[in-house]
């Protein structure tokens, strides 16, 4: 295979992985509307997806008919209207949420916000230069906010690549692993339990699932990168090719 | 790869596809967004990338240290513990960028009897919770269903929600109150509060509303009693002070629980005079904590007939003084009350009536003798007999009640006879000796402030409508448009009653939880669902705000500038400001001031100056007793650069602390010693010189007999029945007597069997807390039920049971009581309702879910005597509180 070729398709990786940090972003940071449901139901994010999937029927092959089953109701009537009760019902209020989405209720025994791991979260944003906008109003480690940050990252990283600094690039990198073992894959599986519970669905449980599933390849994806290499080698891997 | 595709292609539509992400727009607080490195990288953090914005390879590896040391930065501060225990306790926590990593008390200081630590209890530890709960109200909210075109009100409390913006809020409330108040006037506004009459600026400069006057924890002590027979309003500040606990023989509590209610310095207090061996005495229910932790003679009651019980010890008082001649203070009664006998007419009385002739059983040919009493309040007699010896003259006895008992139906002699029972027994006015509330802060501390707040500078606003309506009559006055008023008992006084209607369109829940902690709440529930608007400000989804509108989320007092609170009488508390409000909550003032604008009024008439500025004006007005112990003087120093930092308008001042001092230290405490100068003993210069300084009755005197009393409760015009002059015995409407068919004790029991009280109880203050994590592991909040009783019922302790009245169905866990009188079932006050509206059973042990629109007597709300029955629960075991999530509304 030729450097540039495998280059392309570390492309394709990190190219794809900001999409899906970016459209998982906006999945939980936002109430849904037409054009969100378009945007996540179209044919970018079923490819999305699809490249993920490694055999049929698997997860992610999964997701991506869920995606399209999706795409024929949601311009039924009313059907974004519900999705948007589902969305308020679960991450808005006004009651207690049955599945909050912030990773200190799962990380303090009480299931508060603003504990100590927020400010973990909090630093490691900082690290970064980093900071939600609504700080210090807002909780820093809410499923948007962390999904945020690893969008940004993902960003950084695919600029970095495409400006062949890869130092920089294996930097980022390395930054989203962490964060990922640290945080997100920490406690959106007990999130997703919650989650579970929650009766007629018809989005959001499958998208946290689907999220999971996804956060849990993509740290296998980088760390596919890096195993058990120092960083030189691991420029050397991508600059060479994989 | 599942698919074919080109690499190419796939980039391309990546590329798009972030694209077009990038352009749906979100809100801010769902984004992070990059910063300046040198404004924000925290210096403490040696790992963060500084300069360069592209970090080599080296800083990789010792990155992100995952552990936050908690303390590291971090920096203590007063913080406030403001709800309606009244405590006033201090909180300190630490802060460190906006995340409370500890709290802790009162540390200022060494703790001594003189000089206590002004010590918080575990709500105010799980205060934090309260703050940081995921469950908080995050945005403004408005129920799906509801429009200005169609209220469709039958779906509050079941429809769903969405978040609108601040501006769609605001613009709803102001619309709405435009609207109805041009169609209906403004008396169809509904202030939904305890004793609202002048608490919402915005409809107040809007042209007033509609207000609620409840007798709330004071029950009928709020009845003009030092107009009548002569104690202190709400009988306050006529007990001693602390030190003087220790010169009483005896303490009594009655139907005070200072473990529960008070568990602060109060309860400390208490303990203290314990240890150094007082006695102490309760006449309660329940066993109490308090009993237990001051080893106190428990006095068993049936709730709602202490009268009976007072009746029966004064009548066991003259007995005993026949006897041995040394029980009742006759000089005591002689020289400082009117009315106790025919000797001793007051001028005013126009029946030939009096307190010792109604006690021998004169009129009624029925002395109530302790026999008589024990079969209506079942306390065995030897025990008030007991009582009687204990209330004599010979002792030093501080009578302390805590309002319990009067919140009953027919309490409204309790007043008077307790006032009786301390001037036979001569326990005013002298050392060792006092009757008094023990309430809040002031538990067992009476006497003038040694250090008080300054005012905050915001005026206060009349209310031009008049309509004001007794609690238990509220709802039903929003589904028929009748009610008696009464005059507006919580907030100045009692009036004749006077039938009135009203129209009510719109109810506002500004500071309260009224729906929650008064009575009728399953018909209030109705009366929301028929309103044309709702609107409610929450800091969760309180039940107010469950059956609004519109709901607005509102700041803690941790995420404003600070606040003074008068604590007991020694401790002024300064609590500062914690973290910065959380998501989109405001606080009070900025929520009312954009109404006010929205209603084109300058929002300058209710709020001049801004929260700072009035947190500044009680610092600088507060005053503390003088060196010579003669005169009050500033408390803070204020120096020009102080004024300047806080960007405040003000003087500079001389005091005793200089402004970051006080406010670092929380407040200001006046240290004590024994035999100060700042002892206190209630009613001193009343009995040093009666002539001179008379009470504010009609005599002057404490009227045993009275007039004005009589007239004042036969003007009311609840009860059908006339009200004598002298503390008789009111057999109630509803209360120990209505558990039997007919009303006659002893005979057979009706359908509604067991007297219904509600303890206040540890989880909560009122309604507040209740959604704790912390208070919900430790406090399960069960129904208590004497044990003889479950076991005739065939319940043990765990078992879910059904308690229900002819008002509503609750369940709750049992908890069976050998320390509980039987026939008693004690609901604890404050849970949140939690309707199944499948079956309108209530799941979440709402006590005042049980009962109804009763109004007699003053108008009472009579939360302690009601009757229900209880059977073991057939359906489902209830789950403990604990792993039922806090309020979810079902989708």
């Known amino acids: 295979m030729l450097a540039n070729e495998k280059n392309e398709s570390i492309e394709v990786f990190l190219s794809n992985r900001l999409f899906l940090y970016s459209l998982f972003h906006k999945v939980f940071g936002r109430e849904p509307d037409h054009e969100l449901l378009d945007i996540l139901t179209g044919e970018i994010a079923c490819d999305a997806f699809g490249i993920l999937s490694e055999e049929a029927n698997d997860d992610m092959a999964r997701c991506v008919c869920f995606l399209r089953r999706l795409r024929t109701e949601f311009t039924t009537n009313g059907f974004t209207d519900k999705v948007k009760s589902e969305y308020t019902h679960l991450f808005l209020g006004p009651g207690a949420l049955p599945a909050p989405p912030w990773e200190s209720v799962y990380r303090s025994r009480q299931g508060l916000l603003f504990q100590e791991s927020t400010l973990e979260v909090r630093k490691f944003y900082r690290a970064f230069h980093m900071l939600p906008e609504g700080y210090p109003s807002v909780a820093d480690d809410s499923l948007a906010l962390e999904l945020d940050f690893m969008s940004h990252l993902a960003e950084k990283s695919l600029m970095f690549f495409h400006s062949e600094d890869f130092a920089s690039t294996v930097y980022y990198l390395r930054g989203q692993n962490q964060f990922l073992q640290e945080h997100l894959l920490l406690w959106t599986p007990r999130f997703l339990e919650k989650m579970a519970d929650v009766q007629s669905g018809l989005l959001y449980p499958q998208m946290s699932q689907v999220l999971v599933n996804f956060l849990k390849k993509d740290q296998k994806g980088l760390e596919n990168l890096f195993i058990g290499e120092g960083a030189e080698t691991c420029i050397n891997k991508i600059q060479g090719g994989m | ?891």
């Open chain 2, 1 to 891: 790869m599942a698919k074919p595709i080109s690499r190419r292609d796939f980039l391309k539509g990546s590329a798009a596809g972030i694209a077009a992400l990038a352009g749906l727009s979100l809100l801010g607080t769902q984004k992070v967004t990059e910063t300046p490195a040198t404004s924000t990288a925290p210096s403490t953090s040696p790992t963060s990338p500084t300069t360069s914005t592209e970090p080599g390879i080296e800083a990789i590896n010792t990155e992100y240290t995952p552990v936050v040391d908690p303390e590291e930065g971090g920096k203590w501060v007063a913080a406030a513990c403001w709800h309606n225990c009244g405590g006033r306790c201090m909180n300190k926590v630490m802060v460190k960028d906006g995340v409370v990593v500890r709290q802790k008390t009162d540390d200022t200081h060494e703790d001594s009897f003189a000089y206590p630590q002004q010590r918080g209890c575990v709500r105010g530890k799980a205060q934090q919770q309260q703050c940081f709960g995921a469950d908080r109200l995050k945005y403004p909210m408005k129920r799906k269903s509801w429009s200005p075109e169609a209220a469709n009100g039958e779906l509050r409390g079941i429809d769903e929600w969405e978040r609108i913006s601040w501006d769609e809020a605001i613009s709803y409330v102001a619309d709405q109150f435009k609207i109805i108040k041009e169609k209906y006037g403004n008396q169809a506004f509904l202030l939904g509060n305890y004793g609202s009459r002048y608490s919402f600026p915005p409809l107040l400069a809007f042209g007033g509303h509609t207000s609620v006057t409840d007798s709330t924890s004071y029950g009928t002590y709020l009845m003009n009693l030092n107009t009548t027979i002569g104690v202190g309003i709400f009988d306050d500040g006529n007990g001693n002070d602390r030190y003087d606990m220790l010169n009483a023989d005896t303490i009594l509590l009655h139907a005070a629980n200072p473990a529960w209610s008070s568990p602060g310095t109060p309860a400390y207090l208490f303990q203290q005079a314990k240890e150094a061996g007082v006695k102490f005495i309760t006449i309660d229910p329940m066993y109490s904590a308090s009993a237990q932790a001051l080893d106190a003679v428990w006095i068993p009651v049936r709730s709602g007939t202490d009268t009976a019980l007072f009746l029966g010890v004064a009548y066991e008082m003259l007995r005993l003084d026949e006897e041995d001649g040394n029980t009742v203070d006759w000089d005591f009664l002689n020289k400082y009350t009117v009315g106790f006998d025919a000797e001793h007419k007051p001028a005013d009385l126009r029946s030939d009536v009096n307190f010792r002739d109604y006690l021998e059983g004169t009129y009624d040919n029925t002395p109530k003798t302790a026999a008589w009493a024990s079969n209506i309040c079942g306390t065995p007699v030897e025990k008030i007999t007991y009582l009687a010896r204990e209330l004599g003259k010979t002792k030093n006895v501080w009578m302390i009640h805590n309002y319990a008992a009067a919140r009953n139906h027919g309490a409204e002699n309790l007043p008077q006879i307790f006032m009786t029972i301390a001037c036979m027994g001569g326990h005013m006015g002298k050392p060792g000796n006092c009757a008094t509330n023990g309430f809040e802060a002031n538990a067992g501390n009476s006497g003038p402030r040694l250090v008080s707040s300054g005012g905050s500078g915001l005026p206060f606003l009349d209310n031009p409508i008049d309509g004001i309506i007794p609690g238990p009559q509220v709802w039903e006055a929003c589904l028929t448009g009748k009610y008696r008023y009464c005059g507006d008992y919580y907030n100045t006084q009692c009036e004749a009653g006077e039938d009135r209607t009203c129209d009510i369109h719109c109810i506002v829940h500004d500071d309260s939880a009224y729906l929650q902690t008064g009575p009728n709440q399953a018909r209030g529930i109705e009366a929301h669902r028929k309103m044309d608007f709702v609107v409610s400000k929450a800091q969760f989804l309180t039940t107010q705000a469950k059956y609004s509108d519109i709901i607005l989320p509102i700041t803690t007092q941790w995420e404003r500038p600070g606040n003074l609170y008068n604590s007991n009488r020694e401790f002024l508390y300064c609590a500062s400001q914690v973290i910065e409000p959380l998501f989109e909550a405001k606080s009070d003032q900025e929520i009312n001031i954009l109404i006010m604008e929205a209603l084109g009024i300058d929002p300058a008439v209710a709020y001049p100056i801004s929260e700072k500025q009035a947190f500044f004006n009680q610092i600088a007005g507060s005053t503390v007793i003088n060196d010579a112990h003669m005169d009050y003087e500033p408390l803070v120093t204020i120096t020009q650069e102080d004024i300047e930092g806080w960007g405040v308008e003000g003087e500079p001042q001389k005091g005793h602390i200089s402004l970051q001092e006080f406010v670092d230290n929380g407040g200001w405490q006046v240290e004590r010693k024994k035999d100060d100068d700042f002892g206190f003993i209630g009613y001193t210069a009343y009995i040093n010189d009666p002539e001179a300084n008379p009470l504010g009755s009609p005599s002057g005197k404490f009227e045993i007999t009275c007039q004005s009393k009589a007239d004042l409760l036969n003007s009311f015009g609840f009860s059908q029945k006339t009200y004598e002059p002298y503390p008789e015995y009111i057999v109630p409407e509803l209360g120990y007597e209505t558990t039997f068919v007919d009303g006659v004790i002893g005979g057979e029991k009706g359908e509604y069997p067991y007297l219904l009280f509600n303890p206040h109880y540890l989880r909560r203050s009122h309604s507040v807390f209740n959604n704790c994590p912390w208070l919900r592991e430790t406090w399960p909040n069960p129904v208590f039920l004497n044990a003889s009783d479950a076991k005739e019922k065939g319940i043990s302790d765990g078992d879910t049971v059904r308690i229900y009245t002819k008002y509503g169905q609750v369940l709750r866990k049992a908890c069976c009581l050998e320390s509980m009188v039987p026939g008693q079932v004690g609901l604890p006050h404050g849970a949140w309702v939690n309707v199944d509206e499948a079956t309108g059973i209530d799941h979440g042990g709402s006590d005042n879910y049980l009962l109804g629109n009763d109004i007699y007597g003053m108008g009472v709300s009579g939360y302690n005597n009601n009757n229900c029955n209880f059977e073991k629960y057939n359906g489902p075991e209830l789950d403990d509180d604990v792993n039922v999530d806090k309020r979810i509304i079902e989708l």
